[in-house]
């Protein structure tokens, strides 16, 4: 099925160090939303952006809506060993709740103290 | 606290076996629920759309008389892998969202299904 492009896929960093990952599509999406999911567990959201242009901030979080609509990145700021995930970017064609999403490949992401 | 609820959070059973998996909404009437499969390393794959009181739509693919999807009321909605084997193995998640809202997918935390 259709799919997100996101990277990088896999990320090695140390603690205290920026993360920035990405996402693009070749369809227009209306909604960006980034998760993280952690083993076992089921996605948990971190950000939703619901406008083009949009740069939203959760915590050391901040992710951005593109403008072309196509687009969206998230950035980790002074990265903690709780980061440990992986993230998914995801889009829906819609504003309505009860839309599908569209998931990115994800990126792991691995820290070292 | 967590918005949606799935039940169990893991399965172990024998080839054959007809296995229930439930998805409640715990804070809000969820008028669409998804199910999702979601194989080690990768991503998460849809599997169907529920809708409360109609047929699920099912991505192409997924077999409908395998993956047996029930959305009776507006906070539950269950799957059934009928007579399940050891491929069926996955991990599957279910999220829920209101409809006409512009309220993101909320996640359960996944049934881990393992067929011997």
């Known amino acids: 099925g259709q799919q997100l492009n996101q990277s990088p896929q896999s990320m090695f960093i140390q603690e205290g160090e920026d993360v920035s990952m990405n996402c693009t599509s070749s369809?227009?999406?209306?909604?960006w939303l980034w998760y993280k999911q952690e083993p076992g567990e089921g996605p948990v959201l971190l950000i939703a952006?619901?406008?083009?242009?949009e740069l939203t901030s959760n915590g050391r979080l901040t992710a951005q809506f593109g403008i072309t609509r196509k687009d969206s990145f998230l950035n980790i700021s002074a990265s903690i060993p709780s980061d440990v995930g992986i993230y998914f970017c995801?889009?829906?064609?819609?504003?309505?709740?009860?839309?599908?999403?569209?998931f990115g490949q994800g990126t792991r992401l691995t820290i070292n103290p | 606290g967590a918005v949606v609820s799935q039940h169990p959070s893991r399965v172990i059973c024998k080839s054959g076996t007809s296995v229930k998996i439930e998805c409640r909404s715990l804070?809000?009437?969820?008028?669409?629920m998804f199910w999702y499969r979601q194989f080690p390393k990768q991503s998460l794959m849809l599997m169907a759309t529920?809708?409360?009181?109609?047929?699920?739509?099912?991505e192409q693919g997924v077999e409908k008389d395998k993956f047996l999807i029930n959305h009776a009321s507006l906070t539950l909605s269950t799957l059934t892998v009928t007579s399940a084997h050891p491929e069926d193995s996955s991990f599957y998640i279910c999220?829920?969202?209101?409809?006409?809202?512009?309220?993101?997918?909320?996640f359960g935390d996944g049934t881990r299904l393992s067929i011997l």
């Open positions: 369809s227009i999406f209306n909604t």
């Open positions: 804070d809000f009437q969820a008028t669409t």
């Open positions: 529920s809708n409360e009181g109609s047929k699920a739509t099912y």
């Open positions: 995801a889009g829906r064609d819609g504003v309505q709740g009860a839309q599908k999403l569209v």
């Open positions: 952006l619901y406008k083009a242009g």
């Open positions: 999220s829920a969202g209101w409809g006409a809202s512009n309220q993101p997918q909320h």
